[in-house]
């Protein structure tokens, strides 16, 4: 793996790094620039103005270019009809990819983000990049989103799905999609911070067998204490923002295979992180 390029890295994560007030801050200072008649309907630009508040302001908590190169190479060899992200922050990885999956011949990329101050910033940047014909937000929690998407109509499968909200939702969020059958064969995943700050149930989950899977169904034995304690600290994070940390109890299909693997990089400020990418290659 290429070490990381410190010329580019974001400024260092605070205690506090997020919903402090940085997002408008993010907002003022990107319809601020200069040459906001060139960032408009520029997605690499808006990308670069945001790139730019990370580095020389404070902090951002976005996937970043490295790791946003493993997705965009990925969106680029399955060229996904519909992508969803669960998880949009600021709107980063939705223009990014957005972006990419246009390209790629795409219709639809869905930003699902529970807070709806963040889901505005995304909104008013997505518009700045000119994607809102392909990018649509929806707010409210990821799973109550997902099941009304698939309810309406409007979300009937799901070609690659970018993870990178809650933690310990990773796991029930993808059950839940495959329970609805929108994650079948020939779905793709791309999980972020399977590294830092890691994320083991899911990894267990998309690496395990079918065997394995349906055993664990039979002979549940819980979390281990790895598991339990990182499972803690992010039922904490997300406590402090105020958001609900209950998680749905879908059984998922547990006969769908997956080949999945780990791509290394970094995240912005240069430390190591990883994209697990997991492809649905069977059902038994």
């Given at each position: ?39 408009r309907g520029n997605p690499a630009k808006v990308l670069q103005a945001i790139d730019e508040f990370g580095r020389t302001k404070k902090y951002l908590m976005n996937v970043g270019e490295d790791k946003g190169k493993i997705v965009t190479d ?198 190591p992180d990883g994209i697990e990418i997991s492809r649905c290659v069977g059902e038994e």
């Amino acid at each position: 793996m290429p070490e990381f390029d410190q010329s580019k890295a974001y400024a260092g994560q605070e205690e506090v790094f997020f919903d402090d007030g940085r997002e408008i801050e993010l907002l003022h200072f990107v319809y601020g620039k200069s040459n906001i008649n060139e960032i408009r309907g520029n997605p690499a630009k808006v990308l670069q103005a945001i790139d730019e508040f990370g580095r020389t302001k404070k902090y951002l908590m976005n996937v970043g270019e490295d790791k946003g190169k493993i997705v965009t190479d990925l969106i680029a060899e399955v060229k996904p009809q519909t992508m969803v992200e669960l998880g949009g922050y600021i709107g980063y990885s939705c223009i990014l990819f957005g972006d990419a999956v246009r390209k790629a011949g795409g219709k639809r990329y869905y930003s699902l983000e529970r807070n709806p101050e963040f889901g505005a910033v995304i909104d008013s940047l997505v518009h700045l990049a000119g994607l809102s014909d392909i990018v649509k937000v929806e707010i409210g929690s990821s799973d109550a989103s997902i099941k009304r998407l698939s309810d309406e109509g409007l979300l009937k499968h799901i070609d690659l799905m970018f993870l990178d909200h809650y933690k310990p939702a990773y796991t029930s969020d993808l059950k839940l999609c495959e329970e609805l059958k929108l994650v079948t064969p020939g779905s793709v995943l791309a999980a972020d911070n399977v590294i830092t700050p890691g994320n083991p149930p899911y990894l267990e989950y998309v690496r395990s067998s079918v065997a394995e899977k349906q055993n664990k169904i039979k002979q549940p034995n819980g979390q281990s204490a790895p598991d339990a304690r990182m499972a803690a600290r992010s039922v904490n994070q997300y406590a402090q923002r105020g958001e609900s940390t209950s998680l749905g109890n879908s059984a998922g299909n547990p006969n769908l295979e997956y080949d999945s693997r780990l791509v290394n990089s970094f995240e912005p400020t240069g430390e190591p992180d990883g994209i697990e990418i997991s492809r649905c290659v069977g059902e038994e």
